[in-house]
């Protein structure tokens, strides 16, 4: 039998998004900033059992102004 395992990623959605750079001050382990104010994402899944690192994520979520950000879940079978 094969588990199902979820990966989490923190996404932008480019057009949506105004480059406040409220996000990379909510969660600066995730979210950098480019020259004009817009969001460059790591590109790792977030880790699921490191509370901190979700938890920002979640900030950064819920405190885009331009509501430009989401966590998707990604399903992998292993």
Known sequence: MKRRHEKLFLRVDPILCDGFG???ELAPDIVDVD?????????A???????ASLASANLAVRGCPRQAL???????TN
Do not use: S
């Open 35 to 43: 020259e004009w104010g817009y969001p460059i994402i790591k590109d």
């Open 22 to 24: 409220h996000c990379a």
């Open 70 to 76: 989401w966590i998707e879940r990604i399903a992998n």
């Open 45 to 51: 899944p977030l880790d699921a059992r490191r509370d």
